[in-house]
């Protein structure tokens, strides 16, 4: 269920079907000349005339017939293709919406009162000042939803071929404004040579005109209620979120060198519940859009996986991508991967934030199973404290810290995030704390990994013998889970063993839920950092451990066992499957959480540590330099 939903009814938006026909069909258009170049190309060439006495500031009117030109694309067939079809008809409802909107905010502000005041008596004064200044602001609302429009309607994969034209804006009325993107769309399909780049350019047309106008937002302070608005119509796939843009993304094919759990050795509990969450995704209903891991609980949303380089974190994502991605294949389903990098750090203020924004909104899409992932997070997002950091590292922070566990976030279940890092203490400590689940890709450890990953890496090619060894037999899930999990009845970080020990002595044995909250509080007493958040995400990692429920891979062999069944039908059969909680659980992921935190905080001290000594090493040894050269007499020269 949306919350905030602003209706917007079919029959304001059929209203506008006459006005919108008649613009798609003849668009006049009037055009202020602010350059002195004329609109007419010279014969036989690309260039333009251009006057020799000034014609700034002058106006001329330009006759658009956009049906013309899509119908000119294919001159020898009478008939439309149904690409050119459909780019019209979204134009026209695109246009329809626009005006509905356009209706809907003048009745949000003052502008339907003033509109009508003004045809009877022309306003005058500050009232007119403030009609003039609204009727500017709905015609940017206008332009903003009919682009908005004609962007979420196509999805292509294809580049543009060709430069397109800069979008022109008129806020003088909503008609202007839509008779001016019109104008633009015309002139950006009329380049196109087959319909692929007839939907191509439309849509690169309609983000150029969305990144226009968000660049032109800040002059209409007329626009600050209207940002409230969500509006969505299930008839043509389209929300407005206020002025957020909503992109549909490119569909390309996700290219990557999946790997395959046999694959990842070590690891053994990050790639159990990797699997897991593989297997829960494909649990989301599209028609319901909810997943019943979110109702039941266990559904990890989020997740932070930190370990040195070189343990296995990109092989893990590979992992995680190329599991999903089969499991759609069989479904039917799209699945969006998508990794926000260093690359989409910008220097223009508010373009990290938005790029960032963009990469969450993607991977978010309710009609798609989504991955996405922030490697090397430590250089994306800044801590706050930092004052080196850059202004967009700063951004990034913030929306990813809004998106994953923000007064708006709402999970759905079908996507997951997944934050990597080799050095975790550099994340912000808010930041890091809305990662629900905690993973340590620490990579091979004992003697059968290394013995495995070596025979994995060195490959076939070869005829030397394996030797006294079962290989990957160490690499069986269960067994390896099992005992990964059991290690975790003790905390693994030395001060964490010292309050855990502290606690036991006091209290005994741990057996009720005082004794968790006993040992919890003697947690935050050694750990400032260990806040309430802490406590749910132990919660969660607690039942998610109630859900550790292993899917059978039959129910994923064919879409029919599971995967395309009702919601209430996956409910029951993933219900059935839920273990109790015990207090083997509790304390076990109490200790796993508590372990991270004490080691972040670990390596965090070690490295200021090493800062200080460095320092005072470097101190001493200009101090020792200086000396030489005052005695041999050149400090000074």
């Known amino acids: 269920m949306d919350t905030g939903l602003t209706t917007l009814n079919e029959k304001e938006i059929a209203a506008h079907l006459s006005v919108a026909q008649s613009l798609i069909e003849r668009a006049s258009v009037v055009i202020k000349d602010r350059s002195g170049k004329s609109s007419t190309e010279l014969a036989g060439t690309h260039r333009r005339f251009v006057s020799t006495v000034s014609t700034r500031g002058s106006e001329s009117t330009r006759l658009v017939k956009i049906t013309e030109t899509v119908q000119a694309l294919n001159p020898q067939d009478n008939m439309l293709s149904p690409a050119q079809h459909g780019l019209l008809f979204r134009l026209r409802r695109g246009i329809q919406v626009a005006l509905a909107v356009h209706d809907l905010f003048a009745r949000q502000s003052e502008l339907e009162s003033l509109a009508l005041e003004n045809r009877s008596v022309a306003l005058s004064g500050d009232k007119a000042a403030r009609f003039h200044r609204l009727l500017a602001a709905g015609a940017f609302v206008t332009s903003f939803t009919l682009a908005s429009f004609i962007n979420q309607s196509f999805e292509t994969s294809d580049d543009v071929t060709g430069d397109l034209p800069e979008p022109v804006f008129s806020f003088e009325s909503p008609h202007e404004a839509v008779k001016h993107i019109i104008m633009g769309l015309d002139e950006a399909i009329s380049e196109a040579r087959d319909d692929s780049q007839l939907i191509a350019r439309t849509k690169a047309f309609a983000r150029l005109c969305l990144d226009g106008l968000v660049q032109r937002r800040a002059r209409f302070d007329e626009l600050e209620g209207f940002e409230q608005n969500h509006i969505r119509l299930d008839a043509d796939d389209f929300e407005l979120n206020g002025f957020d843009i909503r992109d549909r993304g490119r569909r390309k094919p996700l290219i990557m060198n999946f790997k395959k759990p046999n694959e990842v050795v070590g690891n053994h509990i990050a790639k159990y519940q990797a699997i897991k969450l593989a297997k829960m995704l494909m649990a989301y209903d599209f028609d319901r859009q909810l997943n019943p891991f979110v109702e039941l609980g266990g559904f990890i949303f989020t997740f932070i996986g930190d370990g040195f380089p070189g343990t296995g974190k990109t092989t893990l994502i590979q992992m995680i991508a190329g599991l999903i991605n089969d499991y759609c294949n069989v479904a039917g389903y799209s699945f969006h991967y998508e990794n926000f ?146 290690r975790h009845s003790l905390p693994q970080e030395e001060n964490l063993l010292r309050v855990y020990e502290k606690v036991a002595k006091a209290n005994g044995e741990m057996k009720t839920l005082a004794d968790i909250g006993m040992y919890l509080h003697a947690i935050k007493q050694a750990e400032p950092r260990f806040t309430g958040r802490a406590i749910k995400n132990i919660t969660d990692a607690v039942k998610m451990r109630a859900m550790d429920i292993d899917l059978p891979d039959e129910w994923f062999e064919n879409p029919e066992s599971f995967m395309h069944k009702s919601y209430d039908e996956k409910y029951a059969m993933i219900n059935e499957m839920r273990t109790p909680i015990t207090m083997d659980m509790i304390v076990q992921e109490v200790n796993r959480y508590a372990d991270s935190e004490f080691r972040y905080t670990d390596k965090s001290d070690a490295a200021a540590v090493d800062n200080i000594i460095r320092d005072q090493r470097v101190r001493e040894r200009a101090i020792e330099e200086i000396s030489e050269m005052k005695e041999k007499g050149t400090w000074n020269a």
């Open 341 to 486: 990098g260093v690359d989409q750090i910008s220097s223009y203020q508010g373009k990290s934030g938005q790029n960032c924004k963009q990469f969450i909104t993607n991977v978010l899409d309710t009609r798609v199973i989504g991955f996405g992932t922030v490697d090397d997070i430590d250089q994306i997002a800044a801590k706050r404290s930092d004052e080196r950091a850059s202004a967009g590292q700063q951004e990034i922070t913030a929306v990813l810290m809004e998106g994953f566990s923000g007064a708006n976030t709402v999970i759905r279940g079908n996507c997951s995030f997944g934050m990597f890092s080799n050095y975790p203490e550099n994340v912000d400590d808010a930041l890091r704390q809305r990662a629900g689940a905690r993973w340590l890709v620490d990579g091979p450890q004992t003697e059968d990994d290394y013995i495995d990953i070596f025979a994995l890496l060195l490959g076939k090619n070869h005829n030397i013998a394996l030797g006294d060894h079962d290989l990957y037999a160490a690499q069986a899930i269960k067994q390896a889970v099992r005992s990964a999990y059991d």
